[in-house]
């Protein structure tokens, strides 16, 4: 049974349109952190040739002139989008891999795997609004050229059979191959390999000595040969990290602690949503490097805690002492960041019998955590002012609202 690759088109883009019906037909983009750079394009925004990239400030004019409706990233709503995809793409099945937030693959055990693909593609666009395309060929590296070639088609679907193979990869550019960067298809160019068919009649040791065993699986893959690893547990992180650049630059220690204890929240509700507990925590602490006007000045520090932890407070007493560390006055701060890491589970981790814990502390920390599960992160939080009046904030003045998270923000028919 073939393999599918199931990849959401445009899928910020598509995020912010399902509730604006307004805006079917008009280009839409969204912006980097702190409203900078174009990083995701609707498919009539695409067709406007905008590169990926570009400061917000370059292309007001062509804007206005197309009328592009333009969203600050939406990371709640994308987040709680895309875990109902994947609900819907885990139920069609027992073998998923989500690949990132907005791809998954699917190995099914069906007579007809191209019903499947349209049901699944239908059911999914009436469930969400998102529009999919599904790729299904015999390996991940030609689902994911399958499904490049499903995103042209009408359908949404395409099916690389083993008797159309070779010549979808004679018309398959090198660099178009999923595995072969941007240095790789440079260097088999300079050798005369222009496509995936060139590529696949390379000898074996040769692409062994002269690139990798990674190179070599992505041959045999292109043969028809499965040879990656279809990885259907999720694995757990060994070190997480929250970071973001300030909305505006800060430099007194008041605004910097606030910022980083507002992180340490954020890291440490990964963590503890995985079930994990942490030993160490790193802050960053940085100044704008492109502004050559500014004093420059970078630290970091790592802290260990006195065991293995998932209460709350002692992250952040850590960070506090962390930040008032390396903190220098005289500076304009652009960026502060948190890494939890040495992170285990319960069963990982050998009890200290000479580290006394309050049991107080778990039953607190559960019911708060119990507390922001229902009524969303930050309903309760540690030693924390967070205003969106803060410097440090974010800056997202072209926000869309919450609305499948917030019951305030909630889609209203009049």
Not at 77 to 104: C, F, N, P, Q, V
Request: net charge positive; proline share 3%.
């Amino acid at each position: 049974m073939p393999i599918s690759l199931i990849d959401c088109n445009s899928f910020y883009a598509s995020c912010e349109k399902i509730f604006r019906p307004d805006l079917r037909d008009r280009p839409v983009v969204v912006l980097s952190n702190n409203d900078g750079c174009i990083v995701a394009m609707s498919s009539e925004a695409k067709k406007l040739k905008i590169p990926r990239g570009t400061p917000l400030f370059k292309l007001k004019d062509l804007f206005e002139r197309n009328n592009v409706e333009v969203f600050s990233s939406n990371y709640a709503l994308y987040g709680d989008i895309s875990r109902r995809i994947m609900s819907i793409i885990m139920d069609s099945t027992d073998k998923t891999e989500i690949y990132s937030i907005d791809e998954a693959f699917a190995n099914w055990d069906f007579i007809d795997p191209v019903e499947e693909a349209y049901n699944l593609r239908l059911k999914i666009k009436q469930w969400t609004g998102m529009t999919v395309s599904i790729g299904l060929a015999q390996t991940k590296t030609l689902a994911k050229i399958a499904n490049h070639i499903g995103k042209k088609n009408r359908e949404g679907i395409y099916w690389i059979r083993e008797e159309i193979r070779e010549d979808i990869l004679r018309d398959t550019a090198i660099e178009d191959v999923w595995g072969i960067g941007r240095q790789i298809s440079l260097f088999l160019r300079s050798r005369n390999v222009f496509t995936a068919y060139d590529f696949i009649q390379l000898d074996d040791w040769w692409i062994k000595k002269h690139l990798s065993i990674v190179s070599l699986r992505t041959k045999w893959e292109l043969e028809g040969r499965p040879s990656i690893e279809f990885e259907t547990e999720v694995k757990e992180n060994r070190a997480i990290m929250s970071s973001k650049s300030f909305g505006e630059p800060i430099k007194d220690l008041e605004n910097l602690l606030e910022a980083t204890k507002s992180y340490v929240h954020d890291a440490f509700n990964k963590m503890t949503r995985q079930n994990l507990k942490g030993k160490s925590i790193t802050i960053y602490l940085t100044t704008n490097r492109f502004r050559n006007k500014d004093k420059q000045y970078s630290n970091s520090i790592t802290i260990d805690l006195e065991d293995y932890s998932d209460y709350l407070p002692d992250f952040i007493k850590a960070a506090d002492m962390g930040i008032k560390q390396i903190y220098k006055m005289g500076y304009l701060y652009k960026k502060t960041s948190v890494l939890l890491s040495d992170l285990r589970t319960s069963k990982e981790i050998t009890p200290d019998l000479f580290t006394l814990k309050d049991p107080r502390f778990k039953k607190i920390q559960t019911s708060v955590n119990e507390i922001n599960k229902k009524y969303g992160n930050g309903t309760v939080t540690c030693n924390l002012n967070k205003s969106k009046n803060s410097k440090w904030f974010m800056k997202r003045e072209m926000l869309s609202p919450r609305y499948t998270t917030s019951w305030k923000e909630i889609p209203k028919i009049n």
